[in-house]
């Protein structure tokens, strides 16, 4: 089974709009879900799904914040399995390239694992489609 998830994606923002937008509370609760987030090294996080997520809470900690790179643990309410997510973002001409990584889901135990990863497959494809939209709307409207 395969056990890390590997998105890229080119936004046509500035590495800085694209770093707030993923690494402060307030934007990732505007384009994700609610979230009590901080990119500070030992934060232990909090984000808060709506009934229609299929989860109602995802907890973690954060592991590193470096400039422009994100680490943090994962884990699904009524699970006690860890996995990590990682954030990378690169500028280019173009904008800003981001590399997400969520490994470890091989973790969960027996056939979950494959559903698991579904999910977060299908999930991630998602968020990065929302991220999209919700940073053409920011620069839009500022």
């Known amino acids: 089974m395969k ?22 509370a307030e934007e990732i609760s505007n384009w994700f879900i609610k979230a009590d987030f901080k990119a500070e090294k030992g934060y232990k996080y909090t984000f808060t799904a709506s009934e229609e997520h299929g989860c109602t809470q995802i907890t973690g900690e954060v592991k590193s914040a470096d400039p422009y790179t994100l680490v943090y643990t994962w884990i699904v309410q009524n699970t006690n ?11 280019t001409p173009d904008g800003t390239k981001l590399y997400l990584e969520h490994s470890g889901i091989s973790k969960y135990p027996g056939d979950s694992a494959v559903s698991f990863f579904s999910n977060f497959d299908q999930g991630w494809d998602n968020c990065i489609n929302e991220l999209t939209s919700f940073l053409s709307k920011k620069v839009h409207a500022g």
Do not use: C, N, R, Y
Not at 3 to 19: L, N, R
Not at 82 to 89: A, G, I, M, S
């Open 3 to 24: 056990d890390v998830i590997k998105k890229e994606h080119v936004f046509q923002h500035p590495i800085g709009k694209v770093w707030d937008a993923i690494s402060k």
């Open 81 to 91: 399995t860890e996995t990590t997510v990682k954030w990378d973002l690169m500028e």
